[in-house]
């Protein structure tokens, strides 16, 4: 069931919050036992057999919880052993389900070996749910999480918001809230949440699906073996950056929205990510869960055990950039393996390890960058405001780049795309542009740009919508910006980017204008329904 689909806004939403309110309002142990029957029917909507896969799974994962739980003091062994039993079967239970495939097609590819495999389909939201598992084991045998129940375990993991494409969520963030949840209406948590709810609505339907028809047909004649021009691949790049940036914009904000209807917030995860001005702070506005929880259980880790590993060697490691070995070990290194890795989380295929790899190479030239602009650079070119504008130029180039890869089907066809962008395969503009002679055939052929057939509507079309979304991306604050005074989100108090304003004007209240805006936006988003489109990261 998919949160911009008619059978959930009107029909699983309703029933799902009436029951919660009304069974709240006698016990708030049956409005929770509620939530969870309502998560696991959303879980099994789309397919009845996901409830008998992740039902063993938690349940395994919540005894060995307890096992680590009960051993971690008297006998530490027991303990640590069921951690790592616990991460092993996680990840195998991942990479069954998801991975299988992939290998078959590696194997085949390294030892000329055709093998076959039974078609594995793969449950829904398996990756997020995996991480939040692994987390929840750490998080116990840590001391972090040191009591829980078996009803708040599967609530923890099941809870239908954030239960398919995230935020990716800590055990120690969200029980204490739905321990103090009254399970009652309450008005704010309403207005909250429709406000969040209709403006991903709108993001996802409106927006991002808008985009997608200039840019699909594109990757698919590239996949067909045409050759990409330069305006046509900047449409395709661009084109998908800005789809995906509104379509996660719009599941995050949907995903906050429904949770705070039931009195609960979930962690900021999307933060106007095209404003960054370096992929490092990208990456600490996409996707932000899966950064914090890479950076907590990959990259620290890692890095940790090969400090520890130069000290034992007698090498310097009080700074990871006090010398090039030391960068390339300590920080180089770790962030490419965590990035690699966080590509092939993504999805099974060479193209989402590339796309990790290029991602992991660029974070790592932009520590180094940091460095040398810190020991050599003066105070005002590190924070002023003309370096800044360079370096968001920069990012926003890095990461349209990038994700042609994570958009393609094959290396092949991310390489047809790539070679249009920087025009080896020529420049061309659609035939009416030079059906009316002047000025502008004369400067066209000046600079060798060729006629093609496509459509002269289409192609303004999708420029008018990249400038369009790329203004209302570089320029307008986000919901949460928008919502700051009423704490949409855990988290949203500690981020005040630099260089950016709150716009007052522009901050919601309770007053008629906002309302009519509402309406309108709900509506537009609604209307927009007519044919189901999954949001892009529910396939990972």
Known sequence: MLFNSVPFIFGFLPLVLAGFYTLGHWRRDWAILWLILASLCFYAWW????????????????????IIQHRVDERPGIARTALIAGIVFNLCFLGYFKYINFFGVVAGDVFGVN???ANVILPLGISFITFQKIAFLVDVHSGRVTSFTLKDYALFVLFFPQLVAGPIVHYREMMPQFHAAPCRFHADDM???IVLF???L????VLADSIAAYVSPLYADAAHGAQITLFHAWIAAIGFMLQIYYDFAGYSEMALGLARFFGVKLPVNFFSPLKAASVIEFWQRWHMTLTRFLTAYLYNPMTLALTRRRMA?????????SS?????TLIAFPTIVTFAICGMWHGAGYTYIVWGFIHGVLLTINQGWRALRRAYLPRRMVIGSPLRFVGRALTFLSVVAAVVIFRAPTVGVALVIWKGMIAINGATMPQGYFDHGGVLVWILQTAHVRPDPSSGMLFIAAWLWIAGLLAVAWTMPNVLQILRNYDPALGISALAPPGEKQNNWLSWRPTTAWSVSMAVIAAAGILSLGQLSEFLYWQF
Do not use: E, Q
């Open 47 to 66: 397919r009845p057999l996901n409830v008998l896969l992740i039902t063993p799974s938690i349940l395994i994962n919540y005894v060995l919880a307890r």
């Open 115 to 117: 093998m076959v495999f």
């Open 191 to 193: 207005a909250i949440g």
């Open 198 to 200: 209709f403006f991903g």
């Open 202 to 205: 709108f993001k996802k339907a």
């Open 313 to 321: 060697r007698g090498a310097p490691a009080s700074s990871a950039t």
């Open 324 to 328: 090039p070995s030391a960068f390339i």
